[in-house]
């Protein structure tokens, strides 16, 4: 009896907890199925809803809308407009011409059209705008006077003997530019929009001005005027033009020039390629910020040459005797006739317009490695003071390469050609192993071995200082003796590659095509004015383009 009252007792006991858990009740968000009732949460009663539709299927999903695809970067350009003429030049050409009667004169225009003197600027460009030298006008048609362009293959024989490729008769209005009919000695300059013409010049064409029925009569400026002078001095390639008469010989004109300049419109795009063709002017403020206040030294022969500079004992009293090519207006030494000042000279514009300073110019005519001087004078770079230069311009050894005498250009440039795998670096530190442990027969050294022991000596004596070499330029005096003036280039950039010295390459301004503009000499050896100044800014070109590369370079904006 016992047991059953217990047992009874045991049912009702279970009893409620058995409807609480049979309950209809929601399980707590979270809550595990097979989580333990001992649970401290109240659960959430159901509340009914008398609104609520029996369970329908569910909807199908819709499907996902394609993704729509990412608008393509709108292509970068960067644009600028780069004038021919150095803004220096185009000054004092304006000064010279502008309302003067003795700017200019009338120009032939039966004998037109008259190509571009100038063969390698305009390849490949687009003219935004021409500026031009008005002598005289004949009559408007519609408002406007013509002046025409024309485009010619780049030979001699299409300029003499073909039609032009393309034409363009530039309209310039006469009350835009205040430009009356039939007018003479008008000299004014004006400078008309090209754009809408679309001219672009390609690789293997050149231009040429003018035509004989044109109604706008430019200027020329001959031999002795002002013009022409700052022409023949600063700017060679615009003295002078090429004449097309009929079949007559095509020849470059030296005695007059029509007197324009242009802009070409440029672009880019890429900020690299855009920084890496900056103007000179540029280039120049770039190179100023890293190398201004510079002891700049130069290491020489005739054509680095000064009277009264690299001859000057007050510099180093080392350099007294050397032989001077170049004369200085301020003595009378030099063998050339046409004086020049430091500023005419590549390395004095470096100096001066680089805000450098001069520490020694040890360069002397006619001297050559084989005639071993060099060993010394590369040790005499320092200043009657003391001061050491911290950049040092080489331009060294064309007389070597061009002589009849010359030493052979050496092993160097074979092991290199035939490295196979190895690096340039490995080969040349294995020859120069060998070079510079003999260096006391230097006197037996070939052209190789000689240039790279004076770079050595510059750089034991002169640590830290930064170095360029320039390029030997190609001349008729090398032809003349079979001599292959580029074999020694390749040796003299492989030599300052490996020593970490800038290599100028001359060779990207002074061509085979264009060296009579730029040399004083029959045999194109010596630059003139305009020569020196295409080295010196291939020098800053050089040199910019080694700022721009560091990946840390920030351009200004």
């Known amino acids: 009896m016992k047991k059953i009252i217990a047992l009874l007792l045991t049912v009702f006991m279970l009893l409620p907890l058995c409807l609480t858990a049979c309950g209809d009740v929601d399980e707590p968000v979270g809550t595990d199925p097979e989580q333990s009732t001992n649970s401290t949460e109240k659960p ?14 569910d909807e199908p999903d819709e499907p996902d809308e394609p993704d729509e695809p990412d608008e393509p970067d709108e292509p970068i350009v960067l644009e600028r407009e780069v004038s021919y003429l150095p803004e220096t030049v185009l000054t004092k050409m304006t000064e010279l011409f502008e309302g003067k009667s003795g700017g200019g ?98 690789d293997d064409e050149i231009m040429a001005f003018c035509d004989k029925d044109d109604t706008l009569i430019p200027a020329y400026a001959e031999g002795n005027n002002p013009v022409y002078k700052l022409f023949e001095r600063d ?65 020489g022969d005739s054509i680095s040459t000064l009277y009264g500079v690299s001859n000057n004992a007050s510099y180093n009293s080392t350099i007294g005797s050397n032989v001077a090519y170049y004369a200085n207006s301020q003595y009378t030494g030099g063998a050339l006739n046409s004086p020049m000042e430091i500023e005419d000279t590549y390395w004095g514009r470096f100096v001066t317009l680089g805000d450098m300073n001069l520490c020694v110019n040890n360069s002397w005519g006619g001297d050559s490695l084989s005639a071993d001087r060099y060993v010394n004078r590369a040790q005499q770079l320092h200043n009657a003071s003391g001061k050491t230069p911290n950049f040092i311009l080489v331009y060294f050894g064309i007389n070597d390469a061009s002589s009849a005498s010359r030493p052979p250009v050496g092993e160097l440039k074979e ?20 070079t510079l442990a003999n260096k006391a027969n230097y006197r037996s050294f070939d052209f190789s071995q000689m240039y790279a022991y004076m770079l050595q000596l510059m750089l034991d004596n002169y640590p830290g200082a930064k170095m360029a070499c320039i390029s030997l330029v190609s001349n008729k005096i090398a032809e003349r003796n079979g001599a292959d003036v580029e074999e020694y280039n390749y040796v003299i950039k492989a030599l300052a590659d490996y020593f970490g010295i800038f290599y100028v390459d001359q060779g990207n301004v002074i061509t085979k095509d264009n060296r009579e503009v730029y040399m004083i000499d029959g045999d194109v050896v010596h630059p003139n004015v305009a020569g020196h100044g295409l080295i010196f800014e291939e020098i800053v070109r050089t040199l910019y383009i080694d700022i721009v590369s560091d990946p840390k370079y920030k351009p200004n904006k």
């Open 235 to 299: 700017f060679p390639d615009m003295r002078g033009f090429s004449l097309k008469v009929g079949k007559s010989a095509w020849a470059p004109s030296t005695t007059n020039s029509l007197i324009y300049n242009f802009t070409f419109a440029e672009k880019y795009d890429s900020e690299e390629e855009y920084v890496k063709n900056a103007t000179f002017e540029e280039m120049l403020e770039v190179v100023k910020d890293v190398y201004g206040g510079a002891d700049l030294s130069v290491f």
């Open 105 to 202: 004169t009338a120009y032939w225009m039966e004998g037109a059209p008259y190509a571009l003197r100038d063969r390698e600027s305009f390849k490949g460009k687009t003219l935004a705008s021409i500026t031009l030298a008005v002598y005289g006008t004949k009559t408007a048609v519609d408002g406007n006077f013509i002046f025409t362009l024309q485009i010619f293959k780049n030979t001699p024989e299409a300029i003499e003997n073909s039609s032009p490729l393309r034409t363009y008769n530039i309209k310039i209005s006469a009350e835009e530019y205040g430009l009356s009919e039939n007018a003479s000695g008008v000299y004014k300059l004006i400078t008309v929009d090209l754009a809408e013409y679309g001219i672009t010049i390609a």
């Open 415 to 434: 092991l290199l050609e035939n490295r196979g795998n190895k690096s340039e670096d490995k080969v040349i530190e294995a020859w120069l192993e060998d």
């Open 44 to 57: 959430t009663e159901k509340v009914p809803n008398d609104t609520q539709k029996p369970d329908e299927p």
